[in-house]
Nanobody, 124 residues
Framework: QVQLVESGGGLVHPGGSLSLTCAAS????????MTWHRQAPGKQRELVAT???????SYADSVKGRFTISIDNAKDTTYLQMNRLNTEDTAVYYC??????????????????WGQGTQVTVSS
């Protein structure tokens, strides 16, 4: 079974930095894209950054120039480097990945898998 596990959340002061990691595991044939999302209390979940297996990236306007997404295809892992954090970045951060998995009988359809989330709190 494919699983995504995030790590690296925590408490940081405004202006500080934090790095998140999302590792995928299981019967993975290929990962097409990996995406970071976040959901602040009382708000809808929003897309933060996406990266393709080829390295193409896109970011939400609110994080451009501050956050950097990267991918290690050999490790099926994506990273989110977050700099110049502010209180509005406080949220649960989720990782998702569009993955083609496989079973003994063949490939499964490409589908999105989600991690359990990691809390990021920016506070003085």
């Amino acid at each position: 079974q494919v699983q995504l596990v995030e790590s690296g959340g925590g408490l940081v002061h405004p202006g500080g930095s934090l790095s998140l990691t999302c590792a995928a595991s299981g019967p993975i044939f290929t990962i097409n894209t990996m995406t970071w999302h976040r959901q602040a209390p009382g708000k809808q979940r929003e897309l933060v950054a996406t990266i393709t297996k080829g390295g193409a990236t896109s970011y939400a306007d609110s994080v451009k120039g501050r956050f950097t997404i990267s991918i290690d295809n050999a490790k099926d892992t994506t990273y989110l480097q977050m700099n110049r954090l502010n209180t509005e970045d406080t949220a649960v951060y989720y990782c998702s990945a569009n993955i083609r998995a496989y079973r003994d009988e063949g490939f499964l359809p490409d589908m999105d898998y989600w991690g359990q989330g990691t809390q990021v709190t920016v506070s003085s």
